[in-house]
């Protein structure tokens, strides 16, 4: 699951609603909340115009451009406000802020990735831009054609340097996409981030092959589909209109599709009913592009076998999944779509030639799903929970964009904002799971259960330490900051779990879980739908790119008090929940970022 590319800025506006529960007005900032106008103005005028205001807060300075990036509004009128900045009119990296302002359009405080001041000691290039193209090509083996100058406040100090797109990348899961960032004084690269979310990441493949041991996922084939319904053909036989087909797929059984027909015996794989959200097929090509892939079309609108002999079996797995997705955040916080925007998700099955992955890919804006590479991973990772983790992957690129803080030579990923990422997929991903209660695919707090590996499982959010392939930690500690991600993400993750179900042994669904706390504490949970509203709610409000498991806990906490109060005993599970897997007030590192 590599982390997406660096976010270029140039990004619209998307005003949207999302459902909360109703909590108690925010403190007020430092230094009073400021007067509201007359007129009140759009909500991204006003948080510019605090921010600015309020530069000593917001580290917000001369020559800065703020653009918005989404505003999130509470039933109560509050609004969140996050932008991008520019700096002398160059892309700020890190520069990222939340603004949050009270239903009268007041400043109540701000949410910030760079803690320190991101003018550069210089603006004058000493690498040309085709120079930084030929560093950046040789660290990814890859072919790049332009550099973007660009302010990186991304390592404790801004600096400048340049942006590159690199193509076709050796380094890269199926020769993808990765975007490089060379310093422009000295050409070191300062990062080089692959712009593809990869369920498998290097270290797991690296793993499973020391262990001589391949992904076979168990499925079974399902029950021949039954009659497709014919609902929705407009009087008179005008197309294309909304139908109701069924698939049988390989993981989750017979299920319902919502497909889009085209003529009385034709129909796309193609769902109107969720922004015409469709899959496709890549036909065995390293496709980022969505529109190169070939529509799934069918005359009765049953769909697939059950089996991998059929091309339109994973796509119906693929498509289930991403609906169940869509569903699951639309009605659960009143998200439309993965940006929030009323749009479409997209898919592309049979990608490439024998890949062993799933991903999210922020260039292309879809999932990807390759058939395996017929020895280490033997299916197509078409899973439920595979799907609802890279989706949550899209929606955390829409909205705190956590970055990692390094990449390796092979990929790997490390550091907390990363580690976190992965663990917000994982806890989202559950609660897929959890939403579609699938009697197929019975939802627990597992990763990748369904997979066929030897442990049972990928990853576990009540013991993540059970994890032997990624060697998940239960616990916090300094070394967390340069942690492997899917080793790290078991932090955050452990958190969650202990403030939805609490400490110790328990059963859910059939499965048993036992999940330890720091120093042997009890933490009672408050029950995995108010966890699960918390921790949304924290990362679309409160988490900027840079945030780490300390700041995790100051949004969680601060999300908490919104909805519940802060004398609530909701607010008070959440610091326990943190405290139990080491993260506390009182060992909050030196800031870094």
């Not at 900032?29 to 991204?44: D, M």
């Not at 015409?276 to 529109?291: C, K, P, V, W, Y």
């Not at 299916?379 to 909205?399: F, R």
Request: proline share 4%; net charge positive; aromatic share 8%.
């Amino acid at each position: 699951m590599r982390r997406p590319h660096i976010r270029r800025v140039a990004i619209a506006v998307a005003v949207t609603t999302a459902a909360t529960l109703p909590g108690p007005a925010f403190a007020s900032a430092p230094n009073g909340p400021a007067r509201a106008a007359a007129s009140a103005p759009s909500p991204v005028a006003a948080a510019r115009a605090a921010a600015f205001a309020h530069a000593s807060a917001t580290g917000v300075t001369s020559g800065d451009t703020l653009r918005a990036k989404d505003v999130m509004t509470d039933p109560d009128g509050k609004r969140h406000v996050r932008f991008v900045r520019t700096h002398q009119g160059l892309p700020l990296l890190g520069g990222d802020l939340v603004v949050h302002l009270g239903a009268r359009g007041e400043y109540l405080g701000v949410t910030r990735a760079a803690d320190h001041l991101v003018k550069p000691s210089t603006v004058e290039a000493e690498l040309t831009p085709e120079q930084a193209v030929r560093k950046a090509e040789a660290a990814t083996k890859g072919d790049a054609s332009t550099a973007t100058l660009v302010v990186d406040a991304r390592e404790g100090a801004a600096a400048l340097a340049y942006q590159v797109l690199v193509t076709d990348s050796g380094t890269t899961e199926a020769g993808g996409s990765s975007t490089v960032v060379v310093d422009a004084r000295t050409g070191r690269i300062r990062s080089n981030t692959p712009n593809s979310e990869e369920f498998v990441s290097p270290a797991l493949a690296a793993a499973l092959r020391e262990r001589g041991e391949s992904v076979n996922p168990q499925t079974g084939i399902a029950a021949a589909a039954g009659p497709s319904g014919l609902t929705g053909v407009a009087a008179a036989g005008r197309y294309p209109a909304t139908a109701t087909g069924s698939g049988s797929s390989l993981f989750a059984g017979k299920v319902s599709l919502t497909t889009t027909r085209t003529a009385r015996t034709s129909y796309v794989l193609k769902d109107p009913t969720r922004w015409n959200t469709e899959t496709r097929d890549a036909r065995g090509q390293e496709l980022e592009s969505f529109a190169r892939g070939k529509a799934f079309t069918d005359g009765d609108n049953k769909w697939g076998n059950g089996t991998t002999s059929a091309r339109t079996t994973a796509a119906v797995d693929a498509q289930y999944g991403i609906t169940r997705t869509l569903d699951f955040y639309k009605k659960t916080f009143g998200r439309k779509g993965i940006k929030n925007n009323s749009a479409g998700a997209r898919a592309l099955v049979h990608f490439g030639n024998k890949v062993g992955n799933a991903f999210w890919d922020s260039y292309c804006g879809c999932m990807a799903y390759g058939d395996g590479d017929g020895r280490w991973f033997k299916k197509p990772l078409v899973v439920l929970d595979v799907t609802g983790h890279e989706l949550t992957h899209g929606v955390v690129d829409a909205t705190a964009a956590l970055e990692p803080t390094r990449v390796d030579d092979d990929g790997n990923q490390y550091g907390e904002a990363g580690s976190l990422n992965e663990s917000l997929a994982d806890i989202f991903g559950s609660g897929v799971e959890f939403f579609a209660n699938n009697p197929k695919n019975p939802p627990n707090y597992l990763v990748g259960e369904k997979l066929g590996l030897d442990q049972k499982f990928l990853r576990r959010l009540d013991r993540p330490s059970l994890d032997l392939l990624e060697e998940a930690v239960d616990y916090w500690s300094p070394a967390a900051y340069d942690t492997e991600v899917h080793a790290g993400s078991g932090i955050s993750s452990h958190a969650f779990y202990l403030l939805a179900e609490g400490s110790g042994r328990k059963t859910v669904n059939g499965v048993t879980y036992d999940s330890p706390t720091y120093h042997g504490s009890r933490v009672t949970g408050i029950g995995r739908t108010k966890a699960t509203a918390v921790f949304y709610r924290a990362l679309t409000r409160y988490m900027v790119s840079t945030t780490d498991f300390h700041d995790a806990r100051k949004a969680t906490l601060k999300a908490a008090a919104d909805m519940y109060g802060a004398n609530s005993a909701e607010y008070k599970a959440v610091g326990k929940a943190w405290a139990a897997v080491n993260v506390t007030a009182a060992n909050t590192p030196a800031a870094r970022h």
